[in-house]
């Protein structure tokens, strides 16, 4: 008897252990399964859950408080929670930089957060165009929606000291910003050619007067393989002693170096204009540069190419025809001006 009884306590210990396991084993799954679950909902909560419906400029001004952004962010409907977002930055490092952001459609919480702690401020493209004057870099710049404030306080800049290029800059950079990138990429020009003990070739001696003629030329032709042409007849005239009589220098007096007509036609009377800038009235170079001068136009001058041309006149199609004598030169001008009155 002693032996049936103890065998059915051990049956029911058993029965006993192995419910308990299967209680315990299902309480793990369970912990497991919910465990899994608030992983995959923080997953998507925090790294693909978005309430950014489009592209939305975002900006973080200097002093804002992490707080305060995250405040700003939620109730411009950019990010779903300001405390997760406040927990990344912390992550992060617990800064964010200033400037503007270009928040994308379906950004979540990370990628907003990730944005602004590794300061992926929106950038914009600046294209200034080679033979642009000061003026109307100017007008250019205060035209960009994306740059703050002026491009010129007090004494601006003299034409010639600036390069024209494109610039990649961030939203919101400032105007006069700008404008020393300009300015400090046409220094490195300068430097890396007295650097170089590059001689100007004769009868130029400095760095304006290179600079200078290379306006001349950069607004007369806009074809590269042109300017070379075109840089010889000036410094064969300058050789000479013959007055440039450039037209582009008629036009930068005119207009008080705006260099531009803007729709006006440029007209016999103005090729009589006092000043020191007008090539037809003064004898060599102006003072200084009529506009801002690409790479081409001053290796141009640099190295113009080697001809006994003295005249040249647009040909009609964007080019131009180079003369050795006033005589040629009469010829071509005449045939220009047939052209230009079957066009009109």
């Known amino acids: ?204 001696k400095t760095w304006n007067e290179v600079v200078t003629l290379a306006s001349i030329v950069q607004k007369e032709t806009p074809r590269v393989v042109e300017m070379p042409m075109v840089a010889s007849v000036f410094i064969n005239r300058l050789h000479k002693g013959m007055r440039l009589q450039a037209d582009p220098t008629v036009v930068y007096s005119v207009t008080d170096k705006l260099g531009h007509m803007q729709g006006k036609p440029l007209l016999t009377t103005h090729l009589q204009t006092d000043s020191p800038f007008n090539t037809y009235t003064r004898a060599g170079l102006p003072p200084h540069p009529i506009a801002n001068v690409g790479k081409e136009a001053i290796r141009a001058v640099l190295k113009p190419a080697d001809t006994n041309y003295y005249y040249f006149v647009a040909d009609g199609t964007g080019g131009h025809i180079f003369s050795r004598t006033y005589d040629e030169h009469r010829v071509n001008h005449a045939n220009w001006r047939e052209i230009r009155k079957t066009r009109q």
């Open 1 to 204: 008897m002693k032996k049936k009884s103890a065998k059915k306590q051990s049956s029911k210990f058993k029965i006993s252990s192995w419910l308990s396991l299967k209680k315990h084993r299902r309480e793990v799954l369970i912990i497991s399964a919910f465990a899994l679950f608030s992983m995959l909902f923080l997953i998507w909560f925090i790294g693909i859950h978005s309430t950014v419906r489009y592209i939305t400029t975002f900006e973080i001004t200097a002093g804002e408080s992490v707080s305060g952004i995250a405040n700003r962010l939620k109730s411009e409907n950019l990010i779903s929670d300001d405390i997760a977002f406040k927990a990344l930055v912390n992550a992060g490092g617990g800064r964010v930089m200033t400037g503007v952001y270009d928040i994308p459609a379906r950004a979540s919480i990370a990628h907003v957060a990730r944005m602004m702690t590794r300061g992926e401020v929106a950038s914009t493209m600046i294209m200034i165009p080679e033979g642009f004057t000061v003026k109307q870099i100017i007008l250019a710049l205060d035209a960009n929606p994306d740059l703050r404030g002026v491009a010129c306080e007090g004494n601006c800049y003299t034409d010639g000291e600036l390069f024209p290029d494109t610039y990649k800059v961030a939203k919101g950079t400032n105007r006069s910003a700008v404008m020393q990138l300009m300015r400090k990429k046409m220094q490195e020009i300068e430097n890396n050619w007295i650097a170089s003990g590059k001689i100007a070739p004769r009868p130029l």
